[in-house]
């Protein structure tokens, strides 16, 4: 229970920081929702058919950037903080007190699910606001959730995953987008994918955690249908991070 | 009782031996200081007894515990300030010590530890826009935090200016007043000079010398007595260079004395005249030039 004070504490700190981090604030907080102005005036008059039904490209951009919105929090933007942190010494010093170092990590893994959620409310009353899109209620409000907590952990735990990997604080930005730009295209996030997508694309899409996450958070905006399957992928992954970040994860640069 | 123990400590970094076999001692409340050229190996030692590094071989024991196997519960009783970490560079002196202060049971209170250090004036600002010397001093106040009973410094005042070196000495001093212990290390002599109860220097992972600053000064061997010899006469004890005769005084009475008669025979008044005694920085370079040959 001690614990949990000192993550709620620490949160107060990391929020702190947050806002005042260019990188963070703007790099990850402001561009999913500057995408989801630019795609939706841009590209929103029109409609289209998924999974055989009639789709607002409006409703179907507010769900995309939706998970944008969480990958950037709980994927881009940990993986690159907890990278310069490292590389700092910041997590050294912290490692030097009697702070546990699971719950100054918890802290951080909450703070980026809070902006996750924050980024995907604001998305949605965009979209509700404006362009008058559906939203989830209901049952589909319930499996929307899970599949945002699943999500938020799971990419939290690659970021971890992928950080421990990444050699210095300086490849951190490069790295990081080469592991989730390419997936974004070719999961549909940027540009929804017809039928006509070439096998190849499918397979990433099945293969790779983000399309499987797109598509539960789009259910409960557009009506397609919800796989659990997607849900226990993304999962996987996760788990498939946490264990890796398990194994590797440090509090100092390696040498 | 000591706060330290350190028994045959080994540790390398691949075939690099940077501590090769060191026996160390502090005892409760006083203050040792590591001294030593770049790379002897006093940052690894530190770590390994912060619990960072772990010991290739050796026993080590800081205030009863091995930081091996017990670093959370040693954490809570040190205050570390290494040579050199980050601090979040977006929160103010005031925030970060706020943010440190709830990592501990019983912390000392922000606005003494701010004056402590003397950033009364930084209270309210970013770190980023602090100096080097100013976030040495935040990082001093990140150490003193947990009010520790035993207190690591590893090169705590480079980058200080002279009066900030003076108040951190004073501040160090204030701490071994309350008891507490302080293992420095340090390039500065007369730091350790000052500050130290006893000191060990420390060579290409050996330690080449132990004990008080005024005993290992006197190690740097006799005093030596220099004066100068006026124009036109003969230049007694052995050769001058440039009129100035130096006299090594195995026996610094009878040498004296037999310079005195000399300059009283041939009425020279010795105006000149220095006794020039080893100081630390002497021992410290010759003991430092040895090892290194
Ligand atoms: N993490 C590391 N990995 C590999 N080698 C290291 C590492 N840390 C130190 N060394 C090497 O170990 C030796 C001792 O280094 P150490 O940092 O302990 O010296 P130091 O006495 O603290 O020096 P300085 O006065 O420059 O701080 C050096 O040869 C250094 O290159
Ligand atoms: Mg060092």
């Given at each position: 229970?001690?614990?949990l004070?000192?993550?709620?504490?620490?949160?107060r700190?990391?929020n702190?920081?947050?806002?005042?981090?260019?990188s963070?604030?703007?790099f990850t907080?402001a561009?999913?929702?500057?995408f989801l102005?630019?795609?939706t005036?841009?590209?929103g008059?029109?409609?289209?058919?998924?999974?055989?039904?009639?789709?607002h490209?409006?409703t179907y951009?507010v769900a995309a950037?939706?998970?944008?919105?969480?990958i950037s929090?709980?994927?881009?933007n940990?993986a690159m903080?907890?990278?310069?942190?490292?590389?700092?010494?910041i997590?050294?010093r912290?490692?030097?007190?009697p702070m546990?170092s699971?719950?100054y990590?918890?802290?951080?893994?909450i703070?980026a699910?809070?902006v996750a959620?924050?980024l995907v409310?604001?998305?949605?009353?965009?979209?509700?606001?404006?362009?008058?899109?559906d939203l989830?209620?209901?049952?589909a409000?319930?499996?929307?959730?899970v599949?945002?907590l699943?999500?938020?952990l799971s990419?939290?735990a690659?970021?971890?995953?992928?950080?421990?990997?990444i050699?210095?604080?300086?490849a951190a930005?490069?790295?990081?987008?080469?592991?989730i730009?390419?997936?974004?295209?070719l999961?549909?996030i940027?540009?929804?994918?017809?039928?006509?997508?070439?096998?190849?694309?499918?397979?990433?899409?099945?293969?790779f955690?983000?399309?499987?996450?797109?598509a539960g958070m789009?259910?409960?905006?557009?009506?397609?249908?919800?796989?659990?399957?997607?849900?226990?992928v993304?999962?996987?992954?996760?788990a498939?991070?946490?264990?890796?970040?398990a194994?590797r994860?440090?509090?100092?640069?390696?040498? | 009782?000591?706060?330290?123990?350190?028994k045959?400590l080994?540790?390398s970094?691949?075939?690099?031996?940077?501590?090769?076999?060191?026996d160390?001692?502090v005892?409760?409340?006083?203050v040792?200081?590591l001294?030593?050229p770049n790379?002897?190996?006093?940052?690894?030692?530190?770590?390994?007894l912060?619990?960072?590094?772990?010991?290739?071989?050796?026993e080590?024991s800081?205030?009863?515990?091995?930081?091996?196997?017990?670093?959370?519960?040693?954490r809570?009783?040190?205050?570390?300030?290494?040579?050199?970490?980050?601090?979040d560079?977006y929160l103010t002196?005031r925030e970060?010590?706020?943010?440190?202060a709830?990592?501990?049971?019983?912390?000392?209170?922000v606005?003494?530890?701010?004056?402590i250090v003397g950033?009364?004036e930084?209270?309210?600002?970013r770190?980023?826009?602090?100096?080097g010397?100013?976030?040495?001093r935040?990082?001093?106040a990140v150490?003193l935090?947990?009010d520790?009973e035993?207190?690591?410094?590893d090169e705590?005042?480079?980058g200080?200016?002279?009066?900030?070196?003076?108040?951190?000495w004073?501040m160090?001093?204030?701490?071994?007043?309350?008891?507490k212990?302080?293992?420095?290390t340090t390039h500065y002599m007369?730091?350790?000079q000052?500050?130290?109860?006893?000191?060990?220097v420390?060579?290409?992972g050996?330690?080449?010398?132990?004990?008080s600053?005024d005993?290992?000064a006197?190690?740097g061997?006799?005093?030596r007595?220099?004066f100068?010899v006026?124009?036109?006469?003969e230049?007694?004890f052995?050769?001058?260079?440039d009129?100035?005769?130096?006299?090594?005084?195995?026996?610094?009475?009878?040498?004296?004395?037999?310079?005195?008669?000399?300059a009283?025979?041939?009425?020279?008044?010795?105006?000149?005249?220095?006794?020039?005694?080893?100081?630390?920085?002497d021992?410290?370079?010759?003991?430092?030039?040895?090892?290194a040959?």
């Open positions: 229970m001690i614990n004070r000192r993550t709620l504490y620490q949160l700190f990391t702190l920081a947050y806002w005042r981090n260019p963070s604030a703007l907080f561009f999913p929702l500057m102005v630019i795609f005036a841009l590209l008059r029109h409609t289209f058919m998924l999974d055989g039904r009639l789709v490209q409006t951009y950037m939706a998970s944008y919105g969480l929090a709980c994927y881009v940990l903080v907890m990278t310069f942190q490292r590389d700092q010494g997590l050294k912290v490692q030097g007190t546990p699971m719950a990590l918890a802290a951080r893994v703070h699910l809070a959620a924050l409310v604001l998305t949605a009353a965009f979209g509700r606001i404006v362009y008058q899109a989830p209620t209901g049952m409000l319930i499996r929307f959730v599949m945002f699943v999500g938020a990419f939290s690659m970021a971890f995953a992928v950080s421990s990997i050699p210095n604080a300086d930005p490069a790295l990081v987008n080469i592991t730009m390419p997936l974004l295209f999961s549909g940027f540009i929804p994918l017809g039928d006509h997508a070439p096998t190849w694309v499918a397979w990433v899409g099945k293969l955690p983000v399309r499987h996450f797109a789009q259910s409960g905006f557009l009506g397609t249908a919800f796989n659990w399957s997607d849900v226990g993304v999962a996987l992954w996760g498939v991070g946490l264990a890796v970040a194994r994860f440090d509090a100092e640069p390696r040498v | 009782m000591a706060a330290i123990t350190v045959g080994r540790k970094y691949g075939d690099n031996e940077a501590v090769r076999g060191i160390l001692e005892t409760d409340g006083e040792f200081a001294l030593g790379g002897a190996g006093k940052t690894t030692t530190v770590e390994i912060e619990g960072y590094r772990h010991a290739d071989a050796g080590v800081v205030l009863g515990l091995d930081p091996a196997r017990n670093a959370p519960a040693l809570a009783r040190i205050g570390i300030v290494l040579q050199s970490t980050g601090i560079q002196v970060t010590l706020s943010m440190y709830h990592y501990f049971e019983h912390p000392r209170q606005d003494e530890l701010i004056e950033l009364e930084k209270r309210d600002s770190v980023t826009s602090l100096s010397g100013q976030q040495r935040l990082d001093l150490g935090v947990g520790p035993l207190l690591f410094l705590p005042t480079t200080f200016d002279p009066s900030a070196r003076r108040e951190a004073q160090v001093r204030n701490l071994t007043a309350l008891g212990t302080v293992l420095l007369d730091e350790a000052y500050l130290a109860r006893r000191v060990a420390m060579a290409r050996r330690i080449v010398a132990e004990g600053p005993s290992l006197r190690h061997g006799d005093a007595v220099r100068r006026p124009d036109g006469l230049a007694p052995g050769a001058a260079s009129g100035v005769v130096e006299v090594v005084a195995m026996d610094l009475a009878r040498t004296l004395h037999e310079v005195t008669t000399w009283l025979a041939n009425k020279v008044n010795l105006d000149s005249l220095d006794v020039l005694r080893p100081s630390l920085e021992v410290y370079l010759r003991l430092v030039g040895e090892a040959s």
